[in-house]
């Protein structure tokens, strides 16, 4: 019974092996694939800059919800239901909303809004604070919850014993349940860190200038579609596993 296990892995291996072998020669060998495209523009002036608009997208994003996400947090962990009936409509409704439509509304609140009152709506939202605040209001309702989940997995009675022995609850909170809910969020904020990232990409629907726009960009000019598609895949996933390498450092540390 074990030989056949071992006979039947082996052979199940050697189909994975041949299929994704012909699908990597069947690419790199297309005619219609210009591989001197590819490294043209793979380190170019556009490509890069989309690349560090797309940084700047992400680090802003996970800046904003972390922010408002810990405070939907809280709000939702209180006890004035007021507050727990906010927060909860703000994360069913920008959880509820497709991201691509936050977005795209965004980018045409003046449509609605004409002026702010002190500027022309087209004058302040431009496409990339467009992008910036429809990423980070709808990343703000998920660590919400990711951050909840780390408040819940404290148990209350640490809190209590803290509170019993004359700490506030702000202090119980630093003290107490911030340090253990790290753990917990930590593996969550990653994988939603990597989530970031190349959802950026959808702010190409309305010119952001991030990685995918610029190679939208170029192949609107010279038509190489393909290649600069695989020139936007080979970033992301450079991209992609650099923040998986910082992730699992990030938990060692924790752990430690």
Partial sequence: MRRRGYASRWVVGAVLVAVVGWLAYTVVTSPNLDWVVIGQYFLSTPVMEGVGTTLVLTFATLGIGLVLGALLAMMRQSHNPVAI???????????????VVQIVF???????????GFAQTNAVITPFLAAMLGLGLHEAAYLAEIIRGGF???????VDAALTIGMTRAQATRAIVL???????LPALGNQFILILKGTSLVSVIGGGDLMTRAQQIYGQNYQVIALLLVATGWYLILVTLAGLGQRFLERWAAA
């Fill in 85 to 99: 009936a906010a927060a909860s409509g703000y994360i069913w409704f920008f959880r509820g909303v497709p991201l």
């Fill in 179 to 185: 340090p253990q809910s790290v753990r917990v969020i």
């Fill in 106 to 116: 965004w980018f045409n609140l003046s449509l609605l809004f004409p002026t702010l």
């Fill in 152 to 158: 819940l997995a404290v148990p209350g009675g640490q």
